[in-house]
C-alpha cells in the first residue's frame, strides 16, 4: 500500500532542486579537470621562429606531454619545449641530440657521439635537415654531466641552442612535442620525433 505522504515529500524534494546549483558545480568540476590537465598532464603551444625548420614552422599548434618523462627519460631525437632560466623563462622547442653521461662533438655539419656503447664515437644521421639550413662551421666538443642535455634546433644556421648557451638541465625541460594540431594537414603524433642507427 502506497504511502501518499512520501510520495508527497518526494515530489517536494525533487522541485527543490536547483538547476543553477548543478549547472555550477558542473562548471567547476569541468574547469578544475581543465587546469588540472594544462597544468600535470598536457599543455597547448605555438611554434614562433624559424629554428626548427623544416620539421616545425611559425603557427604550428603543439600540444606538450608533461608527464612522459615523470614515466621515462628524455631519449636523443625527442622535440622538446623547455623553459630557458638564461632568457627569463621564455619557451623553447628543440631536439634532443646529446643524453647524460655522453660526449657530443661538432665538427662542421657532423655531430658525433661518445657514449659507453660507442666509445669511439657514432656519427648521427639526420634525415630530418635541410641542407639550406647548415651554413656555416661548428666546431664544439663537450661533456654531458648527470641530468645534462645537449639541444639543437633543426635549422642550425638560425638556431640558438647548446651551441650557445650549453648544456640543458633535465628540470627545465617542460615536456616533448605529442600532437600537432595545425596547420590540418601536417596532424601528426609525436611530430618531428627522430630515432637514429647509431
Do not use: C
Not at 40 to 55: C, K, L, T, W
Not at 135 to 150: A, P, Q, T, V
Amino acid at each position: 500500500m502506497k504511502h501518499p505522504v512520501m510520495e508527497g515529500n518526494a515530489s517536494q524534494e525533487h522541485q527543490n532542486t536547483n538547476p543553477r546549483g548543478s549547472l555550477l558545480g558542473y562548471t567547476v568540476v569541468v574547469l578544475g579537470l581543465a587546469l588540472f590537465i594544462r597544468f600535470f598532464i598536457a599543455a597547448p603551444y605555438v611554434v614562433s621562429g624559424a629554428s626548427m625548420d623544416p620539421s616545425f614552422d611559425d603557427w604550428h599548434y603543439l600540444i606538450i606531454d608533461r608527464i612522459s618523462y615523470d614515466i621515462g627519460a628524455p631519449q636523443r631525437g625527442d622535440v622538446v619545449v623547455f623553459n630557458l632560466p638564461q632568457e627569463g623563462g621564455r619557451s623553447l622547442i628543440k631536439r634532443i641530440i646529446g643524453l647524460p653521461h655522453e660526449t657530443v662533438v661538432l665538427d662542421g655539419q657532423k655531430v658525433t657521439i661518445f657514449n659507453d656503447e660507442h666509445p669511439d664515437g657514432s656519427t648521427l644521421e639526420e634525415l630530418y635537415l635541410d641542407p639550406k639550413n647548415l651554413e656555416g662551421r661548428n666546431e664544439m666538443r663537450i661533456e654531458l654531466g648527470e641530468d645534462e642535455y645537449f639541444v639543437l634546433g633543426d635549422n642550425r644556421r638560425v638556431s640558438a641552442d647548446s651551441r650557445l648557451w650549453g648544456t640543458l638541465a633535465r628540470e627545465n625541460i617542460v615536456g616533448r612535442a605529442f600532437v600537432r594540431l595545425y596547420p590540418f594537414d601536417q596532424i601528426s603524433l609525436l611530430p618531428g620525433e627522430a630515432r637514429y642507427e647509431e
